[in-house]
């Protein structure tokens, strides 16, 4: 065979085998994408998966203190000083008798109070910053100071008495998107997602939320809720967060859990999509570390 007919079958066949590559890549390519976005085509855009990761935080026991507790001891006229640390407008709404109002953050030059009982107390779901605090006031000489747990909503449910706007109690266990966020790694916390149908994008979001459809069958949502309750009675300080799309058509659920005496229950507020929205404001002031060195370089012509 002459040396030009091999050289063009070779140049051929190179070619032939390049085009089949590609094709066989461009399907690969293909099917990895397609793989790809169907596992994303939940995740709302726009929200990184570092803003969802949970951190398991456990509650210090030390610094709890429950209604019950508290109960005794002021049946027993023992002297103890009910701190409630919401701001002014909340405590004039609704507060426990006897209880003073001081911000969290001013306990501390309060002097007078350095050698009293305390007892911190807000609505009941943000814990995290009472127990901290609660730490350094003991390290700073407070000799005794406990957290209220499960705060004015768990002296509610108790049936303890509260003075104010009868009706500022129906917000006592609602749960704001931002405070949510702020204690999503408290592991005494069990999220149940009541969304009919269940909600996919919540899957994203509140990876670890439970999903209970919240059906016409009355009896069998609530023997739902107490199997998950049964479920989890051996977490310490145990509680419950439920939510559902939008936050709307929660006093059908609240009544049904009422009326079935279950307790240590709140509601997220605007539901899913008010956390999602919250979400997607605290993207916009995120940014992963490695896209801030990349911002901060200095530009080729700077000097």
Request: overall charge positive.
């Amino acid at each position: 065979m002459n040396c030009k007919v091999v050289i063009v079958l070779t140049f051929l066949i190179l070619v032939i085998s390049q085009a089949h590559f590609c094709a066989l890549a461009a399907e690969r390519s293909s099917e990895i994408e397609g793989k790809i976005s169907g596992e994303k085509k939940d995740r709302p855009i726009g929200i990184p998966p570092e803003l969802i990761l949970r951190k398991l935080r456990k509650r210090d026991p030390a610094f709890a203190i429950s209604v019950e507790s508290v109960l005794r001891k002021l049946k027993k006229k023992e002297k103890i000083v009910l701190v409630d640390v919401r701001n002014r407008e909340k405590f004039e709404k609704i507060r426990i008798p006897g209880s003073i109002n001081i911000p969290l953050f001013a306990i501390k030059t309060k002097t007078f109070l350095k050698h009293k009982p305390l007892i911190l107390i807000n609505e009941g779901y943000h814990y995290s910053p009472l127990e901290r605090e609660c730490k350094r006031l003991r390290n700073s000489g407070f000799t005794a100071v406990w957290v209220l747990n499960g705060g004015l909503n768990a002296w509610r449910e108790k049936g303890a008495t509260l003075n104010g706007d009868i009706f500022a109690q129906k917000e006592l266990n609602r749960v704001p998107p931002q405070v949510f966020f702020e204690e999503k790694n408290d592991e005494s916390c069990t999220v149940i997602d009541v969304s009919k149908p269940k909600n996919q994008e919540a899957l994203y979001l509140i990876p670890q939320a439970i999903g209970i459809p919240f059906a016409d069958d009355a009896g069998e949502f609530v023997s739902s809720i107490k199997r998950v309750m049964e479920k989890h009675e051996k977490t310490p300080f145990l509680f419950f967060l439920i939510l559902n799309e939008n936050g709307e058509q929660y006093e059908k659920i609240e009544k049904l859990i009422e009326e079935a005496e279950l307790r240590n229950i709140f509601y997220l507020k605007e539901g899913l999509m008010g956390y999602k929205g919250f979400l997607k404001k605290q993207a916009l002031m995120w940014q992963p570390k490695d896209h801030l060195r990349k911002t901060l370089k200095k530009c080729p012509n700077c000097p």
